[in-house]
Nanobody, 116 residues
């Protein structure tokens, strides 16, 4: 069975940092582009960051550039999202996603809360 298990969410103060992890199983991880999305109540799910299968290319939403870094370790079947300089508007549920031309998979959400 395909599984994407996210962890690392929590509550931090503005300016703080968190590192999210997503452990994948049940598919050939190294062949998939990996993404992080986020969604707030009443809002559309938006792309946060993406990384190609070999890690050669990354893409970020404008509001995250310079603060967030996506990376992957294909030997561990894991994708990461390092989040620095967190702002209250970053408060969302963050989702792990795997995609290829043929299929895409979603993980469970992990809550990130940024407040004083």
């Amino acid at each position: 069975q395909v599984q994407l298990v996210a962890s690392g969410g929590g509550s931090v103060q503005p300016g703080g940092s968190l590192r999210l992890s997503c452990a994948a199983s049940g598919f050939t991880f190294s062949r998939y582009t990996m993404c992080w999305y986020r969604q707030a109540p009443g809002k559309e799910r938006e792309l946060v960051a993406a990384i190609t299968s070999a890690g050669g290319n990354t893409n970020y939403a404008d509001s995250m550039k310079g603060r967030f870094t996506i990376s992957r370790d294909n030997a561990k079947n894991t994708v990461y999202l390092q989040m620095n300089s967190l702002k209250p508007e970053d408060t969302d549920v963050y989702y792990c996603n795997a995609r290829s031309y043929y299929a895409h998979y979603w993980g469970q959400g992990t809550q990130v809360t940024v407040s004083s």
